[in-house]
């Protein structure tokens, strides 16, 4: 038995965008959002199900389900592998979009209802948190009472779960686990009794694929590690360009070669080609 990781663009949306098998966004709702009985999630809507054509061929970088409860409850659920540039503020921005677009100029206020988004994310961002799971709403600085409650951020980060199999107790400790390591796994945990958690494994095992689905599944693995070889090149010149430019300072102050290789990092061969470059401009 093989699964697939959960984290995979074709995987995230196949698993939880399921029309036919709500049961398990539900399970994993319930479990992020730690609801009591009598306030339990029933029945959902998902704005943007799994479509296979629509989303291998999706542009865009932000991968999410889009779901409203009975409640008309708005849930955004976005799986992020890898930090983007102001992700703090797109989010803030996306989700106060959604809250918005519920009504046309010139409708009550009334009728908006709440939006709650969850981000899983492959990276850490709450330097201050040690916590694998954080829940954000606006609230009154001295008294921590939240009158603004339309909009409330959840986040997981999932490099801060640190639980072996035999450590998760809780659902959510279970969903965490299956998110993070169902790739690593052989076999469905003999202690999954939740009905949505379960069939969110037997949705991840390979064989219950289509051909069609696994090549748009490895299409998107490739994807992504192409994206990431972008990102650590980028890095890697940006690093370079800044050590050639305090070699040149190193020059224009008459440090020796050995000393800038020292300073900068660079090999000596660089150092000297970066002088001789700069005695020939002089």
């Known amino acids: 038995m093989k699964f ?32 009591p009985e009598g306030k339990k999630i029933n029945e959902i809507e998902i704005k943007n199900p799994y479509q296979l054509p629509e989303i291998k061929d999706l542009k865009s970088s932000i991968l999410d389900v889009r779901v409203t409860d009975e409640r008309r409850i708005s849930y955004i659920i976005e799986m992020q592998v890898e930090e983007p540039d102001g ?20 409708d009550d ?18 330097d201050d948190d040690d916590d694998f799971i954080t829940r954000h709403r606006t609230v ?39 998110i993070k390591n169902a790739p690593n796994l052989d076999v469905i945990p003999a202690d999954v ?8 494994y037997k949705d991840a095992e390979r064989h219950n694929w289509t ?20 990102m650590t090149k980028a890095e890697k010149k940006g690093r370079n360009d800044r050590e050639i430019e305090i070699a040149k300072k190193c020059f224009n102050k008459g440090l020796s070669i050995q000393d800038t290789v020292d300073l900068t990092g660079l090999s000596v061969e660089q150092v000297e080609n970066i002088y001789n470059d700069m005695k020939i401009s002089h």
């Open 87 to 106: 992700f703090d503020k797109r989010v803030q921005y996306y989700t106060s979009k959604q809250y918005s677009s519920q009504i046309d100029k010139g």
């Open 4 to 35: 697939v990781d959960i984290k995979n663009d074709i995987a995230f949306r196949k698993i939880f965008g399921n029309e036919t098998k709500k049961e398990i966004l539900i399970s994993f709702l319930n479990a992020v959002l730690d609801l």
């Open 211 to 230: 051909k069609e689905e696994l090549e748009a599944y490895i299409y998107a693995e490739l994807r992504r590690q192409d994206e990431k070889g972008k």
């Open 193 to 200: 009794n939740d009905e949505g958690l379960r069939q969110a």
């Open 140 to 178: 009154n600085v001295k008294t921590q009472k939240c009158t603004f409650n339309g909009i409330e951020y959840n986040f997981i980060e999932l490099l801060k779960f640190k639980k072996e199999l035999k450590d998760c107790i809780t659902l959510i400790d279970k969903w965490i686990y299956f």
């Open 109 to 126: 206020y009334p009728k908006l209802n709440q939006v709650i988004f969850i981000g899983i994310l492959d990276f850490d961002f709450f």
